[in-house]
């Protein structure tokens, strides 16, 4: 096929898109069955607009496009906070704050504490989070977050936002968190200016309000419309200290601060559920950009007592809004050697910005998926990000191709080590996935690595990706037991690395030590063997030495541990290389095991519950850890094994699958009734 110019690639692209633009316009306002979102419409509208613009000869008088009626980089003075700065963990959806909700009764109910908090439900501002610190009433000090002990020293600058008070009405010292925003109309006038300069044009009104507070000249701030939202005090001290956080939020603005006046004390998750969807709605009315709502239980000793994991507030979660959505062009497909070996294809896509952030790479799970999308390198996809997880693709638009798109196809070697990939049988079908089957790939010995020590595996803090690829590019580590041989003179002096973050690694490393049987034999990654998995294994042997010594029979006899688990988890086991890294391991480690269960407390072993819903009395981990130490099992779906589906508020599917099976159903109270509570 002769290659064509650029120009002719753009007028038939231009062609194809008014085409499609056309066909969606139809599906949305005259049928009322739109086949894509708003976000993907726009992403191609804006595409058209681009693309006419860059070639005008192509732009007709009847173009669907005329229907439409950087900062400066020099570093600041960096300070520590007087008080550690902490991120908000994210939920997406309700089910996922209801899952919030029944972790934190837990957690109080642990600590002897049963009733119910009440909440306060706060906009989500999309700007610049900003600490304001105040001593015996006078403004000392504003900052950025950094990274939550270390900001940039930026008072000068804030000092120029006009609703930031210089002087407070009483002789307090505390110090204040708030959100720094522009208007979009500002983003908007000031991207104009900026492009007649050709400087570089701000993505969103977050990364101009972080661009103006970072200016070197303060006149420059002062001359831009920044304005901060105020939202939570700490470190406080000279006055009465307020009980709850709608009481703190009352003060902020009796001090002088802007509080932004949307939001609620809410009883529940459902009123607060409602006002999500209220502002779902009307969230682009407002001049500053909003992502969601921020979730606080109220009362302020209920959150002492919560307190803080590593990274995040327990007392409170950010409820964020769906997905931003976007289309672009997937340029190739090219594949990624995971710690079991397993291969996935990753496509690399014309960058495209998703909610302010650049988007070149998202992964495509397997060959099936990329059948059942049907796509072609060259496609037009649609794209979604929610939040910080990995982009992924979840449509095509098939009417925007040209006949130049290609067929993926499955390397038959692997990209590391050239070993010639299977797919493993499962009886009469076959898996999903291709893996490298070598025992040696480089790839999945460096994966498996970073899994034993990441979150999912011993959780080792400080011990990240880079980290691990330079220890074993240098040879500090060839295999996962070298890190428990880890010195302090091992690390100090190397990139990155001085007297105390050695100190603090190694410390770190001396933590991990301490590990459940379930998350040990987790970490060990051996293919389909999960958390679950693990934690079903640990709790049927009780010890490592006597999960060392099962044979493949003992695997399948346990209630969730499929034949293929079975035989990977014993192979695994067999090979002599495995058995002296484990041998070393136990060497380092101390592994804990799990309490046995009672036999008097084993009156549901052989019955399986599925939970599905809210439930009122208790919540749905609480009454899994009752049928567990009953003896019963919680798979996750229902199946014509299961012997009862608990139903809370609201269940889902679950509950229609129990009826189609003909499978036993109990409220809540006869639950509780059953488990003799």
């Known amino acids: 096929m002769p290659i064509q110019s650029p120009k002719k690639e753009a007028q038939k692209r231009i062609l194809k898109l008014r085409e499609s633009i056309s066909r969606h316009i139809k599906l949305y306002h005259e049928e009322d069955r739109p086949e894509i979102s708003d976000e ?200 009465n200290t307020p009980k709850n956080q709608f009481e703190e939020l009352a003060l902020l603005k009796q001090l002088g601060f802007s509080v932004n006046p949307a939001y609620r004390h809410a009883l529940s998750l459902d009123e607060i559920e409602k006002m999500y969807k209220e502002w779902s709605l009307k969230r682009d009315k407002e001049e500053y950009g909003i992502d969601g709502l921020v979730v606080k239980i109220n009362e302020r000793e209920l959150c002492n007592t919560l307190g803080y994991t590593a990274k995040s507030p327990r007392w409170s979660i950010a409820y964020k809004f769906r997905a931003e959505e976007a289309t672009t062009i997937l340029e190739d497909i090219q594949v990624q050697v995971g710690r079991t070996g397993a291969i996935t294809p990753v496509a690399h896509l014309r960058p495209v910005r998703i909610a302010g952030s650049l988007v070149k790479r998202a992964t495509l799970h397997n060959m099936d998926e990329i059948e059942r999308l049907g796509i072609r390198i060259g496609d037009t996809v649609m794209l979604r990000k929610a939040g910080d997880v990995i982009p992924e693709i979840f449509g095509v638009l098939k009417e925007l191709r040209i006949g130049k798109e290609k067929k993926f196809k499955m390397p038959e070697k692997c990209p590391v080590c050239r070993t010639t990939l299977v797919k493993e049988t499962a009886g009469k079908g076959q898996s999903v996935a291709f893996y490298c089957p070598s025992k040696t790939c480089p790839a999945k010995h460096r994966e498996g690595f970073i899994h034993f020590v990441g979150k999912k595996g011993l959780n080792v803090d400080g011990l990240g990706e880079k980290i691990i690829y330079e220890f074993l590019d240098i040879g500090l580590v060839q295999n996962i037991p070298d890190i428990f041989k880890l010195k302090k003179e091992d690390i100090e002096g190397l990139l990155g690395f001085g007297e105390k973050s050695a100190e603090n690694l190694i410390s770190a490393i001396n933590t991990s030590r301490k590990v459940a049987l379930a998350k040990f034999l987790h970490a060990l990654g051996i293919r389909h063997v999960g958390e679950e998995t693990a934690r079903d294994i640990a709790n049927n042997f009780g010890t490592i030495k006597a999960i060392l010594s099962a044979k493949e029979e003992d695997f399948v006899r346990i209630e969730g541990v499929g034949e293929k688990s079975a035989r990977s988890i014993t192979e695994y086991l067999k090979d002599s290389q495995n058995k002296k890294i484990i041998g070393e391991l136990l060497i380092y480690l101390k592994i804990e095991n799990p309490q046995k269960l009672k036999n008097k407390n084993l009156e549901l072993k052989g019955f399986t519950f599925v939970l599905t819903g809210t439930l009122s009395k208790m919540s749905r981990d609480v009454a899994k850890e009752e049928i567990l130490k009953r003896g019963g099992s919680v798979p996750g779906s229902v199946s014509g094994k299961t012997s009862f589906v608990v139903a809370g508020d609201n269940p889902g599917s679950k509950l229609d699958e129990a009826k189609k099976l003909g499978v036993k159903i109990l409220s809540e109270d006869e639950f509780i009734k059953l488990l003799k509570l």
């Open 40 to 239: 993907a419409y726009d992403a191609l509208f804006k595409e058209l607009i681009s693309l006419e613009e860059k070639y005008p000869k192509f732009k007709t008088n009847n173009s669907l496009t005329l229907r439409i009626g950087g900062a400066p980089s020099k570093e600041f003075i960096k300070v520590r906070h007087d008080i550690k700065q902490w991120s908000f963990d994210n939920v997406f959806d309700f089910e996922e704050l209801k899952g919030w909700e029944e972790k934190t009764f837990r957690f109080l109910g642990k600590k002897g504490i049963m009733r119910r908090p009440s909440y306060v439900s706060e906009l989500k501002i999309d700007g610049l989070k900003v600490v304001l610190t105040y001593k015996d009433g006078i403004f000392i000090r504003g900052a950025t977050r950094g990274d939550g002990e270390i900001g940039e020293d930026i008072t000068n600058n804030l000092k120029t936002v006009k609703n930031i008070p210089l002087r407070l009405s009483q002789k307090i010292s505390m110090t204040v968190m708030g959100e720094a925003w522009m208007k979009k109309s500002e983003l908007v006038y000031i991207n104009k200016e900026r492009k007649k300069e050709n400087l570089a044009i701000y993505a969103n009104t977050r990364n101009l309000a972080a661009g103006t507070l970072r200016q070197l000249d303060p006149k420059v701030v002062a001359s831009r419309n920044i304005q901060v939202f105020a939202y939570d005090i700490d470190g406080f001290w000279g006055g």
